[in-house]
């Protein structure tokens, strides 16, 4: 059907895919049959090319807040919280965090120290790093402990137990269960679609690099090599 240029809406994905599927079955057919054999090859599956759109901006602290108040669930809020004072990965690491990980101190300071098993890539593993934690997560840390009857001795938490629960078999933050959460919040931030979970991981390096932190520090904390 012929219509006016500005007329045209985007097709859908569903539509794309009919089509795909309508050109392969008639290329297909073609190269079965005796008139285009020579000339006309059989083809798989054709996949539709890739939408590119555009990255998100680094969501601010206080839409990252806005989300962690729109978590339903205890498991989600606590990821969420963790990686909004620390920036670490989701599943990587934030989902694989133990309490024999945390060194306790004087009320309101620990210390995390990344277990190798956990950290990304080579020169993070061989670093042996330890992140400071704010007393804004440390309190929250020993509230966490008291609801879970984690025992902390001596500034060791005596338990191996992960501080993020989950019934799942796969210890995973799943992204769509984030997006849901931004979705709820209300915060004027749209959650990129790569990956809505980083987000929190990307607000708190740019967060911090806009208030003027050492960018040697930063990079420290968020386990990169270079500044």
């Known amino acids: 059907r012929n219509r006016a240029k500005e007329d045209w809406e985007p097709r859908s994905d569903t539509t794309r895919e009919k089509l795909l599927q309508t050109a392969q079955r008639f290329v297909n057919w073609a190269a079965s049959e005796d008139e285009y054999r020579d000339f006309v090859k059989p083809i798989g599956k054709l996949y539709r090319p890739a939408v590119l759109r555009p990255?998100?901006?680094?969501?601010?602290?206080?839409?990252?807040?806005?989300?962690?108040?729109a978590a339903l669930d205890v498991p989600m809020k606590r990821a969420?919280?963790?990686?909004?004072?620390t920036g670490l990965r989701p599943t990587l690491q934030v989902m694989q965090l133990k309490w024999s990980d945390f060194t306790f101190g004087?009320?309101?300071?620990a210390m995390l120290k990344?277990?190798?098993?956990i950290c990304k890539t080579a020169d993070?593993?061989?670093?042996?790093?330890?992140?400071?934690?704010?007393?804004?997560?440390?309190?929250?840390?020993?509230?966490?402990?008291?609801q879970d009857g984690v025992l902390?001795?001596?500034?060791?938490?005596?338990?191996?137990?992960?501080?993020?629960?989950?019934?799942?078999?796969?210890?995973?933050?799943?992204?769509?269960?984030?997006?849901?959460?931004?979705?709820?919040?209300?915060?004027?931030?749209?959650?990129?679609?790569?990956?809505?979970?980083?987000?929190?991981?990307?607000?708190?390096?740019?967060?911090l690099l806009e208030r003027r932190a050492d960018s040697h520090a930063v990079s420290h904390l968020m386990g990169h090599k270079d500044t």
Not at 55 to 69: D, K, L, N, V, Y
Not at 80 to 85: D, S, T
């Open 55 to 69: 990255r998100s901006t680094a969501p601010t602290f206080g839409q990252m807040a806005s989300c962690i108040e």
């Open 114 to 117: 990344m277990r190798p098993e």
């Open 152 to 207: 902390i001795k001596e500034g060791k938490a005596l338990s191996k137990h992960h501080l993020v629960p989950t019934n799942r078999s796969r210890r995973e933050l799943r992204g769509r269960d984030v997006k849901r959460a931004w979705v709820r919040s209300k915060a004027g931030w749209e959650p990129d679609w790569r990956s809505p979970s980083m987000a929190f991981r990307h607000g708190f390096d740019t967060g």
């Open 80 to 85: 969420l919280l963790l990686m909004y004072y």
């Open 124 to 146: 993070e593993k061989s670093e042996a790093r330890e992140i400071p934690i704010c007393p804004h997560l440390a309190l929250e840390l020993l509230d966490w402990a008291n």
């Open 106 to 109: 004087d009320p309101g300071r």
